[in-house]
């Protein structure tokens, strides 16, 4: 009865990835390349995660969301949820869902990607000096 029910359009997206080009100064994943921001919408460069620089933005693409968590930092507690780049699975930084204290809550909708796993505009790579020490990515913004 009900063939317009059956959507075959699902077949055709399961084999491909959806993924954003961006046009100017990108940001993309260090492993695979794949576009995740640009520098037009880095809203701070001051943040700190575990192996170094990490920016704020206030967008980014072709990213998935993991689940949320409770995070305590130095700015207090967020409600963030990690993000992975949406070819290779690699993570690339956090989101934050919600700030819990007032002063925090420009954060929030914002996303903060680790220097260290996206290559910048120029190609250019940041390297962490502990890279082998993967664990959370704690935001301790200055
Ligand atoms: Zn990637």
Known sequence: MCFHEHVHGNQEKMGRIFSVNL????????HCR?????MDDIVSKSF???????????????????TKEERMMMTGLHTVADIFCVRCGSIVGWT???????????????????RYKISGPDGSNYWA?????????????V
């Open 23 to 30: 046009e100017g100064k990108i940001y993309s994943c260090k």
């Open 34 to 38: 794949t576009h995740v921001a640009l």
């Open 96 to 114: 934050y869902e919600t700030a819990h204290q007032k002063d925090q809550k420009y954060k929030e909708g914002k996303s903060v990607l680790e």
């Open 129 to 141: 000096s502990h890279e082998a020490h993967v664990g959370g990515s704690d935001a301790e913004d």
């Open 48 to 66: 700190h995660c575990r192996h170094g620089k990490a920016y704020l933005f206030s967008k980014v693409v072709n990213v998935t969301v993991g």
